[in-house]
């Protein structure tokens, strides 16, 4: 049973410090998004990426956010330096290229809970 | 701009009963996609359900169904003979179909409690 796997699954931090996150997608996807989940905001995204090119990036702060895939298997997600309003669970989720069948529907990971004090 | 609306924050029921969920969505797009998902206390988000806005046939999957009203932009889950482990948070989502726009947008969720 493929599924996003993503970690850590939660994180702990000081103000201040520089946290990374990590994401595997399904094998075969070449779609990947960042999702963040807030109860003031809900979910929204960050990112997404398709065969490793960034293709939206707009709802990321660009000054302390930033996002890549060194590789097919791999997207990061990083924070620095991180603030307490960070605080969130952050989703990643991934999908098959648009045109193949079930193109459109996006699997999410479990989330990594992260809390900044 | 794309909008979805669950305006259904709680809903307490008991066990064996039915529930509906609401969802109503807007969009400028012609061709669309909708979604639910269910997040359970655990905290990820499943799939449940995937429909494109060419598609009106309503869907039932074991005790899920889903009615899909093109004419009053609305997306409703319907869960029959509720159990225990229905308990969760569900959202509905929309998505559009042109590149560069492919984000879920999702609604606010309903939290939906199973009394036993």
């Known amino acids: 049973d493929a599924r996003v796997t993503q970690t850590p699954r939660h994180k702990v931090t000081e103000m201040g410090q520089e946290v990374t996150m990590r994401c595997q997608p399904i094998?075969?996807?070449?779609?990947v998004f960042w999702y963040r989940q807030t109860m003031m905001q809900g979910l929204e995204l960050l990112a997404y990426?398709?065969?490793?090119?960034?293709?939206?990036d707009s709802g990321m702060p660009k000054d302390r956010f930033s996002a890549e895939m060194p590789d097919a298997t791999l997207a990061t997600l990083k924070i620095q330096p991180s603030e307490p309003r960070d605080s969130a669970v952050y989703f990643c989720?991934?999908?098959?290229?648009?045109?193949?069948?079930?193109?459109?529907?996006?699997?999410f990971g479990p989330g990594t809970r992260l809390l900044v004090l | 701009a794309q909008k979805v609306t669950q305006a259904q924050t709680e809903i307490s029921v008991v066990e064996k009963e039915d529930v509906t969920l609401d969802c109503v969505y807007e969009?400028?797009?012609?061709?669309?996609?909708l979604f639910w998902y269910k997040q359970p206390p655990s905290g990820e988000l499943v799939f449940l359900i995937r429909?494109?806005?060419?598609?009106?046939q309503n869907e039932i999957s074991g005790r899920y169904s889903w009615n899909f009203q093109k004419s009053t932009s609305s997306f409703n889950f319907t869960i029959t003979a509720s159990q225990v482990v229905d308990s969760a948070v569900y959202f509905c989502?929309?998505?559009?179909?042109?590149?560069?726009?492919?984000?879920?947008?999702f609604g606010t969720g309903t939290r939906l409690t199973i009394i036993p």
């Open positions: 989720a991934s999908g098959k290229a648009p045109g193949l069948a079930g193109g459109e529907t996006q699997y």
């Open positions: 429909r494109n806005s060419f598609d009106e």
């Open positions: 969009t400028r797009d012609t061709t669309y996609y």
């Open positions: 094998l075969g996807h070449n779609t």
């Open positions: 989502a929309l998505r559009g179909v042109l590149f560069g726009n492919e984000k879920l947008t």
């Open positions: 990426f398709r065969n490793r090119a960034p293709l939206d």
